[in-house]
């Protein structure tokens, strides 16, 4: 399928203020911002370009005949179904690199707000509370030096929170699939094959890698049984990359020290779950990819990628 002459892009998420950023570049293309996923379905039958992430349902390929190309706003892409898409002649893009320095910002963020126990400051805050100094070591704070991190997904984010860690005297090991790339920041780079060998290395896990059947559960009863004492859990990537069910199990038992969360098998994490009580958890809600500036990078690639589309080529991020 062909970009019509006179396109209609849709802009679709309930927060983002992309249709105001792109009207902003006077491009004289048409397009309208779908607040609501009831909204988009009304304009599925006239739209030609699709922005959009958590609206998606993949019973509305069926329904846009006239889409060509879905740029998604967020790195991950599991909620479209790529063979109806490719059956469909319709391309699909991801927004993959977009926030890795935000993701690996926050990843260092939540690391340091362990090891500085800035959790407990800011509840001791809210009391009034000034606590005083503690005999017991176990119970100061401490840095991230000398500290071994294994990141578990070294792509762009992995690599450049690989080399933050770095900065601050962490040993990195890296994970991923392909050993040739990206590794310049790591210590050591591993293939996914190794895992098993590697849990117990580590101080503290970082997870960044993409969702796939592959990376599902990865993280099960097997690997917490394999960390060594004091060890943290950081995730980054998607809520089923961790077996949630040992996870709590670990938390609960000490096999695992903390964990840093910011993403969850349901969102929103739903105010019964017991994450929410345990105090050796950090959770927040699935923001570690935001940074003010986010609207005007995924309208970057969707200009790139319109022109792409006009020229019969490959288009930056291509999935489908």
Same mark, same amino acid.
Request: charged residues 25%; hydrophobic residues 50%.
């Given at each position: 399928?062909?970009?019509?002459?006179?396109?209609?892009?849709?802009?679709?998420?309930?927060?983002?203020?992309?249709?105001?950023?792109?009207?902003?570049?006077?491009?004289?293309?048409?397009?309208?911002?779908?607040?609501?996923?009831?909204?988009?379905?009304?304009?599925?039958?006239?739209?030609?370009?699709?922005?959009?992430?958590?609206?998606?349902?993949?019973?509305?390929?069926?329904?846009?005949?006239?889409?060509?190309?879905?740029?998604?706003?967020?790195?991950?892409?599991?909620?479209?179904?790529?063979?109806?898409?490719?059956?469909?002649?319709?391309?699909?893009?991801?927004?993959?690199?977009?926030?890795?320095?935000?993701?690996?910002?926050?990843?260092?963020?939540?690391?340091?707000?362990?090891?500085?126990?800035?959790?407990?400051?800011?509840?001791?805050?809210?009391?009034? =509370?000034? &606590? #005083?100094?503690?005999? @017991?070591? !176990?119970?100061?704070? $401490?840095? *991230?030096?000398?500290?071994? /991190?294994?990141?578990?997904?070294?792509?762009?984010?992995?690599?450049?929170?690989?080399?933050?860690?770095?900065?601050?005297?962490?040993?990195?090991?890296?994970?991923?699939?392909?050993?040739?790339?990206?590794?310049?920041?790591?210590?050591?780079?591993?293939?996914?094959?190794?895992?098993?060998?590697?849990?117990?290395?580590?101080?503290?896990?970082?997870?960044?890698?993409?969702?796939?059947?592959?990376?599902?559960?990865?993280?099960?009863?097997?690997?917490?049984?394999?960390?060594?004492?004091?060890?943290?859990?950081?995730? =980054?990537? &998607? #809520?089923?990359?961790? @077996?949630? !069910?040992?996870?709590? $199990?670990? *938390?609960?038992?000490?096999? /695992?020290?903390?964990?840093?969360?910011?993403?969850?098998?349901?969102?929103?994490?739903?105010?019964?779950?017991?994450?929410?009580?345990?105090?050796?958890?950090?959770?927040?809600?699935?923001?570690?990819?935001?940074?003010?500036?986010?609207?005007?990078?995924?309208?970057?690639?969707?200009?790139?990628?319109?022109?792409?589309?006009?020229?019969?080529?490959?288009?930056?991020?291509?999935?489908?």
């Amino acid at each position: 399928m062909s970009l019509a002459d006179d396109p209609l892009i849709v802009f679709a998420h309930g927060a983002y203020q992309l249709s105001e950023r792109f009207a902003a570049r006077r491009t004289g293309l048409r397009f309208v911002a779908a607040r609501t996923r009831e909204e988009l379905e009304r304009l599925l039958p006239d739209l030609d370009v699709l922005v959009v992430s958590g609206f998606w349902r993949n019973a509305f390929a069926a329904r846009a005949r006239r889409l060509v190309y879905i740029q998604s706003i967020s790195a991950g892409t599991e909620q479209f179904d790529c063979t109806t898409l490719a059956a469909r002649g319709i391309r699909l893009a991801s927004a993959q690199g977009v926030n890795a320095e935000a993701v690996a910002q926050h990843g260092m963020a939540m690391m340091l707000a362990i090891a500085r126990r800035l959790a407990e400051a800011v509840r001791n805050q809210d009391r009034r =509370l000034w &606590r #005083g100094m503690t005999p @017991d070591p !176990a119970q100061r704070e $401490d840095t *991230l030096t000398g500290r071994t /991190l294994l990141i578990v997904g070294y792509g762009r984010i992995g690599a450049r929170l690989g080399t933050l860690a770095r900065a601050f005297g962490m040993r990195v090991i890296g994970v991923r699939r392909t050993l040739s790339a990206n590794g310049g920041s790591a210590d050591e780079m591993h293939s996914f094959s190794a895992l098993s060998d590697l849990w117990g290395k580590a101080d503290i896990i970082a997870l960044t890698c993409a969702l796939t059947p592959e990376t599902t559960g990865l993280v099960d009863e097997a690997a917490f049984r394999a960390l060594r004492r004091g060890a943290g859990l950081v995730n =980054l990537a &998607r #809520g089923r990359v961790v @077996d949630e !069910a040992a996870l709590l $199990d670990a *938390l609960r038992t000490g096999r /695992l020290a903390w964990a840093a969360l910011d993403v969850f098998a349901e969102e929103p994490l739903p105010a019964e779950h017991p994450l929410w009580a345990m105090p050796n958890v950090l959770i927040t809600p699935h923001c570690a990819g935001e940074f003010r500036g986010y609207e005007d990078a995924v309208i970057d690639l969707l200009v790139e990628n319109l022109a792409r589309l006009r020229r019969g080529e490959p288009l930056i991020n291509q999935i489908v």
